[in-house]
C-alpha cells in the first residue's frame, strides 16, 4: 500500500479525444511526476509538478498537460489521442524533487481505438 | 538513445539460490540509482536505491552493488523466494540545475523463481 492512488484503472477512448487522468499521492508529498509505460518496456518520463509548478518535462509533445492541486491530487491530460498514446500511465509521488524515494500508483491501463 | 539498459529481459533461479539482476548506464551524470519491482495489474513498487557516493547499500535479502568505473549496477536477491517472482526495473536520477528527480528506467527484467 503506497497510498498513491489513480483512477479511473482502466479507460478506452477514440482517436482524436480527450482524456484526463487523476492521480492522489500520499499526504506531506510536494512532488507528483507522471510516467508513460508502453507494453514490455520500462516507464518513460512526462513530466514532474513540484508545489503546483511543472519542474521538469520530458520527451513528450504539448498535448500533454498536467496539474497539481494543493490537496496533493494531480491530473494528467491528453488532447487529440493518438493510437500510440495506448500505454499504462503511471504517477509518483515523493517528499523531494530528488524522487529519493518515489511512490507509484497502480496505474490507469489507457486503450486508444 | 537507451540512457539505462537491462540486456537480459528475463532470469529463472530455483528458491534459495541467489538472483542477480544486472543494469547498465551510459550518462556519468547519473548520481542516483533506484530498483523497483512490478507484478502484473499494480505500479512499480520501490526496493532498494543507493546513492553515486557508495558503492553497497544492504536491506535485508536485497543487496545493490554500483560500479562507477564500468557505469553497472546489479541487485542481488538470497535467498530469493517464489514471492520475488516479478519484474524488476533498475531506475537513475541526475543532479541538474532544474533539480528534477527525472527518473530513468530500464526496460526490466523479469525474474521467475522455481519452487
Known amino acids: 500500500e503506497t497510498g498513491v492512488t489513480q483512477s479511473p484503472t482502466h479507460l478506452i477512448k477514440t482517436r482524436g479525444q480527450q482524456v484526463t487522468l487523476r492521480c492522489s499521492s500520499q499526504?506531506?508529498?510536494?512532488?507528483v511526476s507522471w510516467y508513460q509505460q508502453a507494453l514490455g518496456q520500462g516507464p518513460q518520463f512526462i513530466f514532474q509538478y513540484y508545489r503546483e509548478e511543472e519542474n521538469g518535462r520530458g520527451n513528450f509533445p504539448p498535448r500533454f498537460s498536467g496539474l497539481q492541486f494543493p490537496n496533493y491530487s494531480s491530473e494528467l491530460n491528453v488532447n487529440a489521442l493518438e493510437l500510440d498514446d495506448s500505454a499504462l500511465y503511471l504517477c509518483a509521488s515523493s517528499r523531494d524533487r530528488k524522487n529519493t524515494e518515489a511512490f507509484f500508483g497502480q496505474g490507469t491501463r489507457l486503450t486508444v481505438v | 538513445d537507451q540512457q539505462v539498459k537491462q540486456n537480459s529481459p528475463s532470469l529463472s533461479v530455483q528458491e534459495g539460490r541467489i538472483s542477480i539482476l544486472n543494469c547498465d548506464y551510459t550518462n556519468s551524470m547519473f548520481d542516483y540509482f533506484l530498483w523497483y519491482k512490478k507484478y502484473p495489474a499494480e505500479g512499480p513498487t520501490f526496493l532498494i536505491s543507493?546513492?553515486?557516493?557508495?558503492d553497497k547499500n544492504e536491506d535485508g535479502r536485497f543487496t545493490v552493488f554500483l560500479n562507477k568505473s564500468a557505469k553497472h549496477l546489479s541487485l542481488h536477491i538470497v535467498p530469493s523466494q517464489p514471492g520475488d517472482s516479478a519484474v524488476y526495473f533498475c531506475a537513475a536520477s541526475a543532479a541538474g540545475s532544474s533539480n528534477t528527480g527525472k527518473l530513468i528506467f530500464g526496460q526490466g527484467t523479469t525474474l521467475q523463481v522455481k519452487p
Open positions: 543507493i546513492s553515486s557516493i557508495k
Open positions: 499526504s506531506g508529498h510536494n512532488t
